[in-house]
């Protein structure tokens, strides 16, 4: 067991006796699966009655931050959002539906989807709305980045998902300077056939 603080702006909370995770064993994919419903209510929107996308994006963090935690039993915080994109706007009244999950986790950080619905209850109908994937960096009691559990993919969904990823990270490292075209092996394989 352990203590862990964490500063919230002038505030200090302190989780205590968080249990260490002996082994590092493998997750399934659902386990960490997260569905979270917010309301669009008039403090959440625009001047054409849209749900803001920064209020959508805070929704969205949360929701990839309770999936990342519950993978990795640990806190975890933010390292990157990509892909995000709006595809369709979700009004005033109308409930926002949020499922996120882990799709891969590599040595300190994990990769999670997000996938967000808008659902009109007078209208009694769903949409698509958003998607994006988030990475998430796992976190000691020093605020140092620690070793997560492997991902264990079941379905064609979640091995698609799997198998993508470390693309999508290498894209994140190579934009981020941090890895250079020439070491992207999974990015060259998509391009160059031997």
């Not at 989780?15 to 002996?22: A, C, D, T």
């Not at 539906?97 to 808008?118: D, L, P, Q, Y």
């Amino acid at each position: 067991m352990f203590n862990f603080e964490v500063n919230i702006g002038d505030s200090i909370v302190y989780l205590l006796s968080l249990p260490k995770i002996q082994a590092m064993e493998g997750k399934k994919v659902s386990e960490s699966f997260t569905i979270m419903n917010e309301l669009v209510l008039p403090n959440d929107t625009n001047t054409f009655g849209n749900l803001m996308g920064g209020r959508l994006m805070y929704w969205m963090d949360i929701a990839a931050g309770i999936a990342a935690g519950r993978h990795c039993n640990t806190p975890s915080m933010t390292a990157s959002v990509d892909n995000l994109s709006f595809k369709n706007p979700i009004k005033l009244g109308n409930v926002v539906h949020i499922e996120a999950k882990v799709c891969r986790a590599f040595n300190t950080s994990m990769e999670i989807h997000i996938k967000v619905w808008g659902e009109d209850l007078l209208h009694q109908y769903k949409y698509e709305s958003n998607e994006a994937f988030f990475t998430f960096v796992a976190l000691d009691p020093n605020g140092k980045p620690r070793k997560v559990p492997e991902l264990i993919p079941e379905t064609e969904d979640e091995k698609k998902l799997f198998d993508g990823a470390l693309r999508r990270r290498q894209i994140r490292l190579i934009l981020a300077g941090k890895m250079k075209p020439d070491d992207a092996n999974e990015l060259k394989a998509l391009f160059i056939k031997e």
